[in-house]
């Protein structure tokens, strides 16, 4: 399955919790400029695998590497694997091996952001602060640790002049440039969703992994959540990991679905293979698989 | 709403509240303040009863309790019912703006303070004034805008702050003594000492949070405090520091010698110079607090700490160090407490581990949180009401008259600091200012409301 346009690859990924194993042996790859959506039943163990690439939970077992700049980078993988280091920077493309970074090395270095499923905003902060907070490595530099800062030097507050245009430009994106100064908490929930997604893009991610970004919203709202993903993938030519149970948002989006249940990988393909796969279908029917045709006349599938 | 409301007042439940009210009073009162034990002129132990001093305690109680059930709560619930959706944000808007219409009289106003008490109370009385108020005060503005930083911004809740304070003023007795330094080199040293030990604190306690980051800030506090006490070779243990060199103006000592302040700028000696120059001192170094504190939180580290309140794990999933976050936190609050240690031992001339107990950690942590966490001007109101108003206790000798010449007001500090407490809670349980201030904005500068932001809970 693997090929040089990869931008992940997740191999052999084990996790167990104590005596349970919340994913088996999973592998699968998502590719540059696509939207590859993870789906499955409820515990399938799907944020599992979420938190293993973007560095929340240590893998017990499997590789998860990530390639970004040029695709001749994954020549280097086994080099990398076998040398103590967590990351290859290049001029010519960089590699990074999520499973041994720490979580916000995974978001600082490797530029994989997340969204969550029960959505985590600075609450008490404007949606603007939101936006800053999430720029904080560049704005970090900007105020050389602080000292520039406090002076006000010009370094400084031209990188924060250019923050807050950044910001400006995901929230005219997101629609939410009139509601910029009050508290992100205040927001209604829709509203919210998409000011975690615009947060996540300000940290200038390679992937974006979201977290069943069309829980709770209504159609209209994930019509529009759909248009905002393909417009990420290809205006901003970042590619896209998701979780999602709408199968609306899936089917309309996604050009890779893999299906995972019980942490097994069951299926892996085009969004029209998955649909008409017998072991998927069965899997969210609930039952065998020789057992589906029956159960699907008498639901009327 | 034009239609009127009228309250319900419930006479009998009022009545009902009072009579407990007093009940309790009398019930705890009794044994604490009815009874006193003297030594009589036999030398043996005798019981006192003081029957005044208690009826009037009670029936305080009994008349307050009536007066919330039958005029406060009524008034409170007719302005509520009147007060049309949204109010409560213009209010705090409206707060908000006084607040910074005050900042300017309040700067005007602590400059020309030593002024002031010597035009008031005359060259003699002043002295008390500006030392016991107003550096006193000064000093614990300080502390509490230094512990902002960690409990108001970043929301881990320290109850060991008074360590940094304690290595603040210890660095200064020990290096002064041992080589002499002078102050001004000493204040950079002690600042960086106790962040040092901020940073060394916070190490350990990285992982924990809440109640159990409480804990162990407490517990690093006491073990400071006990290292004072047993290093006896070099801190001298419970007898302290003492004839610490005292700070000079910029190396013109204030004493009655020919080369003293009074004598180089022709005028006649007096100890209040060294006083007034302490306090202009000790502003000075409040206000460096306060310029740095509000200066980084408009910075990307300070809404760094401010986000790390509100979502640790949202934090690190935007690439935020959330380990070197809490631990420059510390590292800053710690170091101005060392500051501030460092001048508390110049004033005094004497340090000892009495000064660095729990109480004192507990004051500034109360301050803090009754100042409303995170709002640098809240936290001066509460340092100017909790500290001023124990120093005013010692004022308050029409007492006696009343209550006879054994009644000692200072005693009844810990009565009524509690009572403060409690009335805080129940009226302002967020702190006198808990609205919050953006760090940026794009169209216009809204004041966040209480209800939205986050507070620290470790």
């Excluded at chain 1, 893998?59 to 990530?66: D, F, Q, V, Y």
């Excluded at chain 2, 190490?203 to 006896?232: C, H, K, M, Q, S």
Aim: some cysteine; glycine content about 8%; proline content about 4%.
């Amino acid at each position: 399955m693997s090929t040089p346009d990869d931008i992940l690859r997740v191999e052999h990924l084990t996790m167990r919790f104590g005596g349970l194993v919340a994913v088996h042996d999973l592998s699968f790859t998502a590719r540059h400029r696509e939207i590859t959506a993870l789906i499955g039943p409820n515990g399938a163990g799907k944020t599992t695998v979420f938190n293993c690439i973007t560095g929340f939970y240590k893998p017990t077992e499997g590789r998860i590497a990530l390639q970004s700049g040029a695709p001749a980078a994954w020549h280097r993988l086994d080099a990398l694997t076998d040398s103590p280091k967590q990351k290859d920077v290049r001029d010519d493309g960089a590699l990074f091996l999520l499973e041994r970074m720490a979580d916000h090395d995974v978001a600082k270095y490797a530029r994989v952001a997340r969204t969550f499923q029960n959505i985590r905003l600075f609450r008490g902060m404007t949606v603007l602060e939101n936006l800053l907070v999430a720029q904080h490595k560049p704005l970090m530099q900007a105020s050389g640790f602080s000292i520039f800062g406090i002076l006000g030097l010009p370094p400084f507050r031209n990188a924060e002049a250019n923050a807050i245009d950044k910001a400006v430009e995901w929230l005219e994106i997101v629609n939410l440039v009139d509601r910029a100064d009050d508290p992100a908490g205040d927001l209604p929930y829709g509203d919210q969703r998409r000011l975690e997604i615009a947060r996540a893009m300000c940290t200038d991610p390679v992937l974006l992994c979201l977290d069943e970004p069309a829980a709770g919203l209504n159609p209209r709202e994930s019509a529009e959540l759909s248009e905002l993903l393909i417009a990420i993938r290809d205006q901003y030519k970042t590619s896209i990991l998701l979780i999602e149970h709408d199968m609306s948002v899936v089917m309309q989006i996604s050009d890779h679905v893999v299906v995972l249940d019980y942490g097994v990988k069951i299926s892996d393909g085009t969004r029209d293979y998955v649909k008409n796969d017998p072991n998927v279908i069965a899997a969210y029917l609930g039952v065998e698989q020789d057992e589906v045709e029956a159960v699907a006349t008498e639901v009327g599938l | 709403m034009t239609e009127k409301v009228q309250p319900r007042i419930d006479i009998l439940r009022g009545l009902k509240d009072a009579l407990l009210a007093g009940l309790v009073t009398l019930g705890v009162l009794l044994p604490l303040i009815g009874l006193q034990t003297t030594v009589n002129i036999r030398n043996e132990l005798i019981l006192e009863d003081r029957p005044i001093l208690l009826a009037a305690m009670v029936t305080s109680v009994v008349v307050i309790s009536l007066l919330v059930s039958f005029v406060f709560r009524p008034l409170s619930q007719r302005r509520a019912a009147v007060r049309p959706e949204g109010a409560s944000l213009k209010a705090a808007q409206r707060r908000a703006t006084i607040a910074k219409y005050t900042m300017p009289f309040a700067l005007g106003f602590a400059f020309l303070y030593p002024l002031v008490a010597i035009q008031l109370a005359g060259w003699q009385g002043s002295v008390k004034w500006i030392d016991n108020f107003g550096i006193q005060i000064l000093i614990y503005i300080m502390l509490g805008w230094g512990l902002n930083v960690v409990v108001g911004l970043a929301g881990l809740l320290d109850l060991g702050y008074v360590a940094f304070y304690a290595v603040g003023a210890y660095s200064y007795a020990l290096l002064s003594q041992a080589f002499g330094f002078s102050f001004w080199v000493l204040l950079p040293l002690a600042g960086i000492l106790a962040a040092f030990w901020g940073i060394l604190l916070g190490f350990p306690v990285l992982r924990l949070r809440g109640d159990y980051l409480a804990i162990v800030t407490l517990a690093f506090g006491e073990i400071i405090r006990l290292v004072l006490i047993n290093w006896v070779p070099v801190t001298g243990g419970y007898a302290g520091i003492s004839s610490i060199p005292r700070p000079t103006f910029f190396g013109i000592p204030f004493t009655a010698n020919e080369d003293g302040f009074a004598a180089v700028f022709g005028l006649e000696f007096s100890p209040l110079y060294r006083t007034i120059f302490l306090y202009y001192l000790i502003l000075c170094l409040a206000l460096l607090t306060a310029f740095v504190t509000m200066r980084l939180r408009r910075l990307p580290i300070g809404r760094a700490w401010e986000a790390l309140r509100e979502d640790e794990i949202a934090c690190r999933a935007l690439g935020i160090n959330t380990t070197n976050t809490k631990l420059s936190a510390f590292a800053i609050g710690a170091m101005f407490g060392g500051f501030a240690g460092s001048f508390f031992a110049a004033r005094q001339g004497f340090i000892s581990p009495e000064s660095f107990t729990f109480m004192e950690s507990a004051m500034i942590v109360a301050i803090v949180v009754l100042g409303g966490m995170g709002s640098a001007f809240g936290v001066a109101i509460a340092a100017i009401f909790m500290i001023g108003g124990t120093e005013y206790l010692r004022e308050l000798d029409f007492l006696k008259t009343i209550f006879g010449s054994e009644f000692d007001p200072t005693q009844y500090r810990m009565l009524l600091f509690g009572a403060a407490m409690v009335l805080i809670m129940i009226w302002k349980p967020r702190g006198l200012i808990s609205t919050r201030d953006p760090t940026a904005f794009l169209h216009e500068r809204k004041t966040i409301a209480a209800k939205f932001v986050k507070e620290g809970r470790g």
